[in-house]
């Protein structure tokens, strides 16, 4: 083991972090419920038990991390104000807590991102400098905002990020429990890994025989491809998505190091398995997903996760879309 | 008093009666959440907090009042199976109510309904019924099932029903007064006016200052009318609406007695604001809400609600809305 990989590992947050970020968010996150539906359940041939992160404060899980990170900040350090670097639903959690402490917060956000996402940053009071996605690299263009003394919330690569997305993962289990449902697997989204990372620190420390699994766009597998190689490699270079929330072209260092002992495996998913996905959950569950949040319900048709008679909880992690794409997905049949 | 109107007094169904309903449907029903958008309340200028019935089993309310039913048959009664007339959610609450008793259950149901509230009644194992909305009475299509000896399940003149669809106004306030906040007004959409009277009955025994306001299409407005001459009286019958769901001809004995008497006023509201309500209710709460679901929410733009600075829980009572209906409703800006 060389003396970096021992970094990250020292560096992991336990299921004590977990439960510290539940505490300090509890109020102010919302605790999503998770949701069945027979018809779902007859369909894909398993129990599936959805976690509406869409229902989340923001519309996704970011609130969560985001919360835990500035709350966790000394008074000194939080009132230079914080600046995040995000595809827009990390900008949005970022955004609605720096609110709750009022405090200054700066978003560094592809120029690109989805207007819903931007206009709500700035509903809440944010800054946003505009970046390009594909030219520009995201962290410099934060770095003098770091240089004048504001904290950096990073998007996922961070310890009290990590745990404050398991406490998605801690909902999971106690609601499913409390169901007497015996979970096989969880499958969620995955972008840097924070969310699969958090999620399955708390899975596997309360429900050890649960498989954990991550959906990434087939096209932007940059965690798939660093499993494959058994070290970070970037995604396709030249790849693209309808799946915004989920392009970080890299797995991040403590979460790859989490996700590598923890994670069964990660499918690639195709974008009409992210459309029908988005179809079933909103005909099925009522619910807009964004496509970047479907993607978990999109790991299905690839055959690579088993079904049949399992229990499977599903997280749906994010529900911002601009309507007019939204409708294109779901209209189509 | 005529000995008419005493009648329906007589079953009036009362607070005890909606406590019951509640234990009755308790694990069966989901017990739906108050959820609160910040981007909404700045938008209407008010705390709104809604009740998402979409997120309920079947996608509407109406599981609770038809399972209620139901469960209050003898055993004898209940062995020979129920018959309903419903232009959809309500067919589809007595179909999922009818197969967790193994029962038989026939739905008479108007040919032109949404074809995802037919599937759905199907998939649950019902017989469907179609007939003619224009030009055909479905109490007399029921009939014959009646005769056999089938039950029928009444979509909204009935204590039992009313007291089930009650409990959506007992969850309300108990939440409410979890959140701390007290309500000034409940708005709900309004068919038959079952749902309402079960409502106002519930909200004004726990919180007699809370106003009780109704939804219905400007075009199918019986219980306005009914209201405004003191007496029961028809929607204009040359009256169409894209809220599938609240296109009941007239009032209930029961539900209007009840609804008289407690109701603040009734709204009627125009197809731009449903699908302004539908879009408002994607994009900020993430939910798939069908047309007729919207209409309490649809009630603001019109003025007659009060809402600066005042706390309005909002009911949205169904999401069964074929897709590509939603994305043509809710893309259109």
Redesign the interface.
């Given at each position: 083991m060389t003396a970096h990989a021992h970094t990250a590992l020292a560096a992991m947050p336990t299921m004590d972090d977990i439960r510290a970020a539940a505490r300090r968010i509890e109020g102010l996150a919302?605790r999503t419920?998770l949701?069945e539906s027979?018809?779902l359940n007859?369909k894909f041939g398993g129990r599936l038990l959805f976690k509406?992160e869409?229902?989340q404060r923001t519309?996704s899980f970011k609130f969560r991390g985001a919360y835990n990170k500035i709350a966790s900040l000394t008074q000194e350090e939080r009132a230079r104000g914080v600046v995040a670097f995000s595809s827009g639903n990390h900008a949005q959690g970022v955004a609605a807590a720096a609110g709750l402490f009022g405090i200054r917060a700066v978003i560094v956000m592809p120029a690109d991102a989805p207007a819903?996402k931007a206009d709500?940053v700035r509903?809440?009071g944010a800054e946003i400098v505009p970046y390009d996605r594909y030219g520009q690299d995201r962290e410099i263009v934060a770095r003098p905002y770091v240089e004048q003394g504001m904290a950096l919330v990073k998007p996922f690569d961070d310890p009290l990020i990590v745990a404050g997305q398991g406490t998605v993962g801690l909902e999971i289990a106690e609601d499913a429990a409390a169901m007497g449902a015996r979970l096989d697997a969880v499958v969620t989204p995955c972008g840097g890994g924070g969310l699969m990372a958090g999620i399955a620190t708390a899975i596997k420390a309360l429900s050890p025989e649960t498989q954990i699994w991550g959906a990434e766009p087939e096209n932007f597998d940059d965690t798939r491809r660093s499993l494959a190689a058994g070290s970070r490699v970037g995604a396709d270079p030249a790849g693209t998505s309808i799946c915004d929330a989920l392009m970080s072209p890299m797995p991040g260092e403590l979460t790859f190091a989490i996700n590598r002992k923890l994670v069964a495996g990660v499918v690639g998913v195709t974008e009409t398995s992210v459309a029908a996905a988005m179809?079933d959950a909103?005909?099925h569950?009522?619910?807009?997903?964004e496509p970047g949040g479907a993607a978990a319900f999109a790991a299905f048709p690839s055959g690579e996760i088993a079904l049949a008679g399992r229990t499977i909880a599903v997280v749906l992690s994010g529900?911002n879309v601009d309507?007019?794409l939204?409708?294109?997905l779901?209209?189509a049949a």
């Open positions: 919302r419920p949701l027979p018809a007859e509406p869409v229902l519309g819903i709500n509903a809440m179809r909103a005909a569950l009522k619910l807009v997903v529900g309507l007019d939204f409708a294109r779901t209209a």
